[in-house]
């Protein structure tokens, strides 16, 4: 059976943000960051919504099998809420661990295309309904506005698990993140298909 991708409404927003903190509970980055429990459940839904909650407003939030798995991909020239990242990470991050988180976003911000493109801040499934192709399904869905724009697409990879899927869909790394005891996370890009 065909994988079905459909928009997310406004309506959707809070499976869409259920769906990622459900992706994310062993994700290597997130769990470094959060690594209590009660804390990341807290945590996560505020930050995937500052992170990539902003695709509501372009209609690039998207879901596969109707919530099974959601992506948030950010139009060229949108970023990230960085005010309420900033206020969610000075709710949720003790003091001493400031600085190296603090140091970690940052080399996000620097392997950052600095030219206009497509970026996947968050896509994920529920853990019940991996290995069925619907990362896949969800990345050719908005490739292919990508290459219908002529833009690159950029991602970081939290879980190198996930490299293997974005290569095939013509990403390439193109660097490293890491900072203190994190784990790597993976910045990778994919120039547009004609």
């Known amino acids: ?8 409404a406004a309506a959707d927003r809070e499976r869409v943000m259920q769906t990622i903190m459900l992706g994310f509970v062993a994700d ?14 807290t945590a ?9 909650g902003r ?16 992506a948030m991909w950010l139009p060229p020239e949108i970023e990230p809420d960085s005010d309420a990242i900033e206020a969610v990470m000075a709710e949720t991050i003790p003091l001493e661990r400031g600085e190296e988180i603090e140091d970690f976003f940052g080399q996000m911000d620097e392997h950052h295309p ?13 853990p019940a309904f991996t290995g069925r192709g619907l990362g896949a399904a969800l990345m050719k869905h908005a ?16 879980n190198p698990r996930n490299i293997t ?8 790394v193109v660097g ?6 994190s784990p790597v996370m993976t910045p990778m890009v994919r120039m547009p298909r004609t």
């Open 44 to 52: 996560m839904p505020k930050f995937a919504a500052a992170f990539g």
């Open 143 to 158: 490739l292919g506005r990508c290459d219908e724009d002529g833009l690159m697409a950029y991602l970081e990879s939290s």
């Open 114 to 126: 600095d030219r206009p493109c497509w970026y996947l801040p968050l896509i994920a499934a529920d």
């Open 165 to 172: 899927l974005y290569e095939r869909h013509g990403f390439e």
């Open 1 to 8: 059976m065909e994988t079905s991708v459909t928009t997310a």
């Open 55 to 70: 695709s509501f407003d372009h209609q690039t939030a998207y879901l596969a099998d109707d919530g099974k798995a959601a």
């Open 28 to 41: 290597p980055i997130a769990r470094w960051v959060w690594p209590d429990p009660d804390t990341y459940l």
């Open 176 to 181: 490293e993140i890491q900072a203190g005891a």
